[in-house]
Each structure stands twice: as structure tokens, then as C-alpha cells.
């Protein structure tokens, strides 16, 4: 059975840090692209990071460049999504996709998914 399982999330301050984790199982994805949504609530899922199978091609949104950093351990079955300078609007449940078919940008285009975490930040 194919797992995406996330931990990290929590509550934490406008201005703090969380790291997020996505723990694979049940398959290898270490050649495919992992990436990170999340879905605030009444919003629609929306796209945050992607990275490559080798991590060193990366993909952000407009609104998380320069202060989130995904990155990848494919030896331990784990992709990280450090989240710093956080911000009220980060508050979503953030969940892990693996294997894209298609745009990095389109939920749709993602094939396995997590139960997402939440992060909350507080003004």
C-alpha cells in the first residue's frame, strides 16, 4: 500500500519556522517529482513547492519564494518543506503529492497524496 504521510505542522508565530516532513512508503519515488500543496479553509488546494527526482531542480509559488525551501532524502524515503518568516496567510493543511503527470502547478496532476498536516500562524 503506497503511503504519503506528513508531520511538522503545529502552531507557531508570525515570523517563526516549521519544517514539514512527507515520510514515503509502499513504493520508491525516488524517480519522480515530489511536491507540497496546501488548502486554506473555503480556498481551493493550491500549489506551494516541487522538486526534482535528483533535488536539484526546484519550483516554488509567487507567494512562498525566497521563504520556503523544499528539499529531498531519497535514501530516507523523506521530502522537507522548511517554512521560515511565516505569515498568517500560510495557515492551511499542507499536504505532500508524489509522481506528476502533467503541470506541477495542477492539483489534478498529481497522482498520490497525503493526509495533510496543519500548520497554523498566529498574528
Known amino acids: 500500500q503506497v503511503q504519503l504521510v506528513e508531520s511538522g505542522g503545529g502552531l507557531v508565530q508570525a515570523g517563526g519556522s516549521l519544517t514539514l516532513y512527507c515520510a514515503t512508503s509502499?513504493?520508491?519515488?525516488?524517480?519522480?517529482?515530489m511536491g507540497w500543496f496546501r488548502q486554506a479553509p473555503g480556498k481551493e488546494r493550491e500549489f506551494v513547492a516541487a522538486?526534482?527526482?535528483?533535488?536539484?531542480?526546484?519550483y516554488y509559488a509567487d507567494s512562498v519564494k525566497g521563504r520556503f525551501t523544499i528539499s529531498r532524502d531519497n535514501a530516507k524515503n523523506t521530502v522537507y518543506l522548511q517554512m521560515n518568516s511565516l505569515k498568517p496567510e500560510d495557515t492551511a493543511v499542507y499536504y505532500c503529492?508524489?509522481?506528476?503527470?502533467?503541470?506541477?502547478?495542477?492539483?489534478?496532476?498529481?497522482?498520490?497524496w497525503g493526509q495533510g498536516t496543519q500548520v497554523t500562524v498566529s498574528s
Open positions: 503529492a508524489g509522481e506528476v503527470l502533467g503541470s506541477y502547478y495542477i492539483m489534478t496532476s498529481w497522482h498520490y
Open positions: 522538486i526534482g527526482r535528483n533535488g536539484f531542480s526546484t
Open positions: 509502499g513504493r520508491s519515488f525516488r524517480n519522480n517529482v
